[in-house]
């Protein structure tokens, strides 16, 4: 299933390795739903927090009172469900209102392919022009027989057949 991630800068700039660049799944988070307030105190959502827990207290409370368990329950729903699907919006609105840049969108299966589509483009590691480069004139193709016994007649390791 594909999602899109979103890329944020931090607010003085890339950094060369890109170690400070995040990268936030937009999407459903399973750990916001069941555990809503939990996971906005994770994330340094302070106010959010106090607001989901005190959604969930005033269900809490109304589900122990006779007759408005469905106002309750709903109330408990309504704040599970809205930390669960606008949870990594409220983390991105966060670190834009604290200078992070949005950088780039990228769609993909695994947040380790989208990772690999971002930095692609983007060079991440300055040449040392002290570390040697390997000599790959050195080593040169064997002139003995091509193919291998072990390719059963298909092409061999080196190339022949």
């Known amino acids: 299933m594909t999602s899109s991630y979103l890329f944020l800068t931090a607010p003085d700039g890339a950094d060369t390795g890109h170690e400070k660049t995040r990268v936030i799944r937009d999407g ?49 729903l309504a704040a599970s469900l809205i930390v669960a699907l606008e949870g990594q919006n409220f983390r991105i609105r966060s670190l834009a209102a604290k200078g992070w840049n949005e950088d780039a969108v990228v769609t993909a299966d695994s947040v380790e392919a989208a990772e690999e589509i971002y930095f692609s483009g983007i060079e991440t590691i300055e040449r040392d022009s002290s570390v040697p480069a390997p000599e790959w004139e050195r080593h040169q193709r064997s002139t003995g027989r091509h193919g291998n016994a072990t390719s059963l007649g298909l092409f061999g390791f080196d190339g022949g057949r």
Do not use: K, N, Y
């Open 28 to 76: 459903f988070t399973f750990p916001g739903f069941f555990f809503p307030w939990l996971w906005l105190l994770a994330h340094r959502l302070w106010l959010h927090a106090a607001a989901a827990f005190l959604a969930q207290a005033i269900g809490g409370v109304l589900m122990e009172r006779q007759g408005l368990w469905p106002a309750g329950f709903a109330i408990t």
